[in-house]
C-alpha cells in the first residue's frame, strides 16, 4: 500500500478494513497498553529487576569465587613445583652419596683384600723360610749320616756317634763360612 492510499483511507474516514485507521481505536489502545504498562511496573517489573540484579550478584560471586580458586590453584601448583624440585635435588643429593659411599666401599674392600694378600704373602714366605731352614737341618743331618756312614766304611769300623758329630758338624760350619 502507496501513501496515497492510506490518505485516501483516513480521508473517507471509515473503512472497516484490516488497514482502515480508527482513531478511537488507536487511543483506547494507547490507554490498555500504558494501564498494562503500569501495573505491569508495579507487579513484574520490581520482581523482573530484583532477580536480575540477585543474578547479577550470583554471578559476580562466582566469578570472585573462581578467580580465587584460580589464583590458590596457581599457588598449590607452584608449592607441588617447588616440593617436586627440592624431592629430586634430594633424591640427586642421596644418589650422589650412595655413589660416594659405594665407592668408599669398594676402595675399603680393595684395601682390605690387599693387606690380606700382603699378610698371606708373609705369611707363605715365613713358612717358606721355616721350611727351607727346617729342609736345611734335615739335609745337614742327612749328610752327616752319610759322611759318617761312607767314614765309616772307609776306616772300617764304628766311630762314636756324638763326636763324630761334632766334627763333621764344625767342619760342615767351616764349609759353609767358606762360601
Not at 520482581?47 to 550470583?58: H, L
Amino acid at each position: 500500500m502507496t501513501l496515497g492510499m492510506l490518505a485516501i483511507l483516513l480521508a473517507e474516514g471509515g473503512g472497516s478494513g484490516p488497514f482502515s485507521v480508527n482513531p478511537g481505536l488507536i487511543i483506547w489502545t494507547w490507554i490498555v497498553f500504558l494501564v498494562f504498562l503500569f501495573f505491569f511496573r508495579k507487579t513484574f517489573w520490581v520482581t523482573i529487576v530484583s532477580r536480575a540484579e540477585e543474578r547479577e550478584k550470583t554471578i559476580a560471586g562466582q566469578l570472585a569465587e573462581a578467580e580465587r580458586l584460580n589464583a590458590e590453584a596457581k599457588a598449590l601448583l607452584a608449592e607441588q613445583q617447588k616440593a617436586s624440585a627440592e624431592a629430586k635435588s634430594a633424591a640427586q643429593s642421596l644418589l650422589a652419596e650412595a655413589r660416594a659411599a659405594a665407592e668408599k666401599e669398594r676402595a675399603h674392600g680393595v684395601e682390605k683384600g690387599r693387606l690380606e694378600q700382603e699378610a698371606l704373602l708373609d705369611r707363605a714366605r715365613r713358612d717358606i723360610a721355616a721350611e727351607r731352614d727346617k729342609a736345611l737341618v734335615e739335609l745337614r743331618r742327612e749328610a752327616v749320616e752319610l759322611a759318617l756312614g761312607a767314614a765309616s766304611k772307609v776306616i772300617g769300623q764304628r766311630l762314636d756317634a756324638e763326636s763324630d758329630r761334632k766334627i763333621v758338624l764344625d767342619y760342615l760350619a767351616k764349609a759353609g763360612g767358606n762360601h
